[in-house]
């Protein structure tokens, strides 16, 4: 088992659409989350970071932390084409220090 | 404000050539990070230093060293390069202590022949 799980996609929404974007994580000692968005052939861009359990929400993106079911989401509103990159969700386990864990990133597609 | 900055952004090497990829970072950042990003396998964790004066292994350490010359830079060397180095590497920073986010510089494109 992978210690950070996404689905490859690609996820495909239509301009306005909410798109969803789920990760799930094996280390039930996990402290922090953090989703990544990671355009074609650029570096990872920090978007959100969650800590606690529930939601965080920062303008049109929000995150929802469940730890209890071991998994994290990046909830996108309004999607706009823009937004059509790679999000890779990153996890900080137990092991004392801010050690990041990737998923391999979710593809998602906003079509105008 | 730069952030991290990384040089070069695209090199190519042959088997068994030495190169040393230089990043700094002007956040006053006490961590900094080396990672590879290969297609199918996410971000790697290669080395870190967690704060000045210290480095340790990550994830995929075989083939590279590091060093940490002071607060700003941290540098990844290999010293025989191997096909199987071909990769996107970048580094990132953060600050000391907690959670911290870390904050990426712009990669660098290596293909080893």
């Known amino acids: 088992q992978k210690e950070v799980e996404q689905n490859s996609g690609p996820l495909s929404v239509p301009e306005g659409a909410i798109a969803s974007l789920n990760c799930t994580y094996s280390?039930?000692?996990?402290?922090?989350f953090f989703w990544y968005r990671q355009y074609s052939g650029k570096s990872p861009e920090l978007i959100m970071f969650i800590y606690s359990n529930g939601d965080k929400e920062d303008g049109r993106f929000t995150a929802q932390l469940n730890k209890a079911s071991q998994y994290v989401s990046l909830l996108i509103r309004d999607s706009q084409p823009s937004d059509s990159a790679t999000y890779l969700c990153a996890v900080i386990g137990r092991t004392g220090f801010q050690k990041l864990v990737f998923g391999t990133g979710t593809r998602l597609l906003v079509s105008p | 404000n730069a952030g991290v900055t990384q040089t070069p952004k695209f090199q190519v090497l042959k088997t068994g050539q030495s190169m040393t990829l230089q990043c700094a970072q002007d956040?006053?950042?006490?961590?900094m990070y080396w990672y590879r990003q290969d297609p199918g396998m996410g971000l790697r964790l290669i080395y870190y230093s967690a704060s000045e004066g210290t480095t340790d292994k990550g994830e995929v350490p075989n083939g590279y060293n590091v060093s940490r010359l002071n607060k700003r830079e941290f540098s990844l060397r290999l010293e025989s390069a191997a096909p199987s180095q071909t990769s996107v590497y970048f580094c990132a920073s953060s600050s000391l202590g907690g959670n911290q986010p870390q904050h990426f510089g712009d990669g660098t494109r290596l293909s080893i022949l």
């Open positions: 956040m006053n950042h006490n961590s």
């Open positions: 280390d039930r000692g996990s402290q922090s």
